[in-house]
């Protein structure tokens, strides 16, 4: 398994959670990191990423609220999600892809997030 998803649960509106991918040493280090997400009857869509150079992406409507950010000695990609909106539910999937390619190649399985009061 390349990628390892984890960390969804249900949270309030204005709460927080915050994701874990852990990766493959080789993943991890040579391939570009990125979490999606998909809400019911939605198609999927990029939330954040962090190139393997450290570069990092946000989507318009997560800017300011989630942070990207990894820890090289656990191999691990975090997504810490602060200020939950109801419209944040949604299954999260991380995914790998090499720099050089737009093709993900690996999916790590979904971890479901629930905002709700």
């Known amino acids: 398994v390349q990628l390892q998803a984890s960390g969804g649960g249900w949270a309030l509106p204005g709460g927080s959670l915050r994701l874990s991918c852990v990766a493959t040493?080789?993943?991890?280090?040579?391939?570009?990191i990125d979490w999606f997400r998909q809400a019911p009857g939605k198609e999927r869509e990029s939330v954040a990423g962090?190139?393997?150079?450290?570069?990092?992406t946000y989507a318009e409507s997560v800017k300011g609220r989630f942070t990207i950010f990894r820890d090289a000695a656990k191999n691990t990609v975090y997504l810490q999600m602060n200020s939950l909106k109801r419209e944040d539910t949604a299954i999260y999937y991380c995914?790998?892809?090499?720099?050089?390619?737009?093709?993900?190649?690996?999916w790590g399985q979904g971890t479901l997030v629930t905002v709700s009061s």
């Open positions: 962090i190139r393997w150079n450290g570069e990092i």
């Open positions: 995914a790998s892809r090499r720099p050089w390619s737009n093709d993900y190649d690996n």
């Open positions: 040493e080789r993943t991890f280090t040579n391939h570009h």
